[in-house]
T-cell receptor, first 115, second 115 residues
């Protein structure tokens, strides 16, 4: 199965540390999205890429957050100086307009716990 | 701004009885609407989507939803619940004129199936 994969699946870190998550989209998908889901809530949009270009960023994405997709394939999401409020599930999704427009395929997520 | 409201945070039905999960949307433009399902420790999966074609949309696993513009609703139904339907369900909206961009999720409805 060549679905969206995310690593690591779980991350526990201490407040103030930096963390980085990786997302590998479905290989032919040119769009990649990051969402954040806190307990009891639906996912919230953070940012998205078309190929290498980051086209939109939510105001939820503070200066401590940065996302990259350097070669238009995998993407990384880094959080600097983590805070307890950053504890959440971070979801990645990918899509391709030629495969059913607006249909985003989600990975299993990375669960971040900040202690 | 676009948004969706899921009217029930938790729904319980007996196995073999009908399922109704309610969703109302708010949108300044003609929306695209989706239902996603999230099983524990699994990624979000698309159940069905409405993109301005037929107002009655059929999805996977026997689910369907009807787009009612006059009521700004997009309720999810299934004639007969199965134990495997127990999961979290999200109603989602996006706007086609702006392309394949961010999804706006509702807060979710947890569906419990009583044996």
């Amino acid at each position: 199965d060549t679905g969206v994969s995310q690593n690591p699946r779980h991350k526990i870190t201490k407040r103030g540390q930096n963390v980085t998550f990786r997302c590998d989209p479905i290989s032919e998908h040119n769009r990649l999205y990051w969402y954040r889901q806190t307990l009891g809530q639906g996912p919230e949009f953070l940012t998205y890429f078309q190929n290498e270009a980051q086209l939109e960023k939510s105001r939820l994405l503070s200066d401590r957050f940065s996302a990259e997709r350097p070669k238009g394939s995998f993407s990384t999401l880094e959080i600097q100086r983590t805070e307890q409020g950053d504890s959440a599930m971070y979801l990645c999704a990918s899509s391709s307009p030629g495969q059913g427009i607006y249909e985003q395929y989600f990975g299993p997520g990375t669960r971040l716990t900040v202690t | 701004a676009q948004s969706v409201t899921q009217l029930d945070s938790h729904v319980s039905v007996s196995e073999g009885t009908p399922v109704l999960l309610r969703c109302n949307y708010s949108s300044s433009y003609s929306p695209s609407l989706f239902w996603y399902v999230q099983h524990p420790n699994k990624g979000l999966q698309l159940l069905l989507k409405y993109t301005s074609a037929a107002t009655l949309v059929k999805g996977i696993n026997g689910f369907e939803a009807e787009f009612k513009k006059s009521e700004t609703s997009f309720h999810l139904t299934k004639p007969s619940a199965h134990m495997s339907d127990a999961a979290e369900y999200f109603c989602v909206v996006t706007h086609p004129p702006f392309g394949n961009e961010k999804l706006t999720f509702g807060t979710g409805t947890r569906l419990t199936i009583i044996p």
